[in-house]
């Protein structure tokens, strides 16, 4: 059933490999939001995981792979926009995508204990305005 969900959130995030223009990136950053948002404190993989326990190797496999596919794709995204010179050049595309994936999934957490979506909309639009900072082209 995790694995399930995991594929689950991944195809929700299908935007992420056309992460070629600002436009794109903010497409993804509001339906990742609306996704978020219908689902509010019901999220699947969450509740998926919580099942086979913390402790569970077969959990933690399937976190660390949704996790590591998410922030690679997320690391693609910017580097297309870099090469496209719409972001610094001087900017780490790994530690950039895994600044955003760290704060989605603490706007995430925040959202099924508060049932409060603000976190995480914050933690989009100040990742994606971060990489957008002097030093990029604005196009």
């Known amino acids: 059933m995790a694995r399930h969900e995991a594929d689950r959130v991944i195809h929700d995030q299908q935007e992420l490999s056309s992460l070629t223009s600002w436009a794109a990136w903010y497409q993804w950053r509001d ?5 978020y948002r219908a689902q509010g404190t019901d999220c699947p993989l969450h509740a998926a995981l919580s099942q086979l326990g913390t402790a569970s190797d077969a959990a933690s496999t399937v976190a660390g792979e949704l996790l590591d596919q998410w922030q690679q794709q997320l690391a693609a995204g910017i580097r297309r ?59």
């Open 31 to 35: 339906k990742v939001v609306d996704r």
């Open 81 to 139: 926009m870099r090469d496209g010179d719409e972001i610094a050049h001087a900017l780490d595309a790994d530690r950039e995508a895994a600044a955003l994936l760290a704060g989605i999934q603490g706007g995430v957490l925040i959202l099924l204990t508060t049932d409060r979506i603000a976190h995480l909309e914050a933690a989009l639009d100040l990742g994606i305005a971060h990489l957008r900072a002097p030093g990029r082209r604005d196009r």
